[in-house]
């Protein structure tokens, strides 16, 4: 059998989709992969390759040029997640939820969190927060909606944090970064995104907690990875420390408009074939 070069291998149909009890099931097994997607076209091609596809809150700054996710509002979380949805049929697609949506109540985060699975179709959120948050995790589990919780660095609390650095330095910080996300396991979150902690961190959450937990700058010995699919792509240049660009995505597009300009400019394109001649 050919299998033609654009096809997702294998071809995303023929798969069916992962959910969350077989996500939690993925404690200490194989690795759980999961990129992050927040458009319909991506989604597709990342697809056939992961677990968990998130309709991460950091399309401010991929998407939008936004300098932070603070400004991130439903809406937008809403619109990308129906794309993902639609694009991906095998991967849990798991949506952010955005600053200022869930952290003034439970009942404010089940409101947010139902609107968001019934406008795009998706089965989990996720939300940042440790210990504070446990609580609203609790209620949004009892009443049918799945949560992956993300401690130590909280992209969304950069103004009250001072930056993205590295979080858990302190024994302090570090003893508070693991209590947080034993209480988000013990709430019932059914995942935890540790980002951006000195290592011993995440190895001591992993091993202490029952749900899988997913690393970014965080240690292979997660029982999951995540990163920013275009970070991994390559099309940024200026990345953390913990991106691995696996694609030079950013060097293609610069070619390809580059190409694409010197045609236009030589009347080169459009050719024969991208023209419509009359009929003979
Ligand atoms: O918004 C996002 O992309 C995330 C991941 C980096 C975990 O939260």
Redesign the pocket.
């Known amino acids: 059998m050919s299998t033609h070069i654009s096809e997702p291998v294998p071809a995303a149909g023929s798969l069916k989709r992962v959910t969350v009890p077989a996500v939690r099931a993925r404690k200490g097994g194989t690795p759980l992969v999961m990129l992050?997607a927040y458009t319909a076209r991506t989604a597709e091609l990342l697809d056939p390759h992961c677990d968990i596809l998130?309709v991460?809150?950091?399309l401010a700054q991929v998407i939008y040029g936004l300098p932070s996710?603070v400004p991130v509002t439903l809406e937008m979380m809403c619109a990308h997640g129906a794309a993902v949805v639609r694009g991906a049929a095998h991967s849990l697609v798991v949506i952010?939820m955005p600053f200022g949506s869930y952290e003034m109540s439970k009942e404010q985060a089940f409101a947010n969190a139902a609107r968001i699975l019934k406008e795009t179709g998706a089965a989990a959120v996720?939300l940042e927060g440790g210990a504070a948050m446990a609580e609203t995790i609790a209620f949004l589990g009892a009443r049918g909606v799945p949560v992956m919780a993300?401690v130590g660095l909280t992209p969304q609390a950069v103004n009250a944090l001072g930056g993205y650095g590295a979080r858990g330095r302190s024994a302090a910080e570090a003893d508070k970064i693991v209590g947080d996300a034993q209480a988000v396991a013990a709430a019932g979150a059914f995942a935890i995104?540790i980002?951006g902690v000195v290592e011993p961190i995440a190895v001591a959450i992993t091993e202490s907690v029952a749900c899988p937990t997913i690393g970014?700058g965080a240690s292979a010995r997660c029982d999951g990875q995540?990163l920013?699919a275009e970070d991994m792509l390559g099309l940024f240049t200026q990345t953390a420390r913990f991106v691995k660009a696996y694609g030079t995505m950013a060097a293609g597009i610069d070619t390809a408009a580059a190409r694409y300009a010197a045609d236009v400019r030589a009347r080169v394109f459009p050719g024969l074939e991208q023209t419509y001649q009359p009929k003979n």
């Open positions: 992050t998130l991460g809150d950091s996710t952010d996720k993300h995104v980002e970014i995540v920013v």
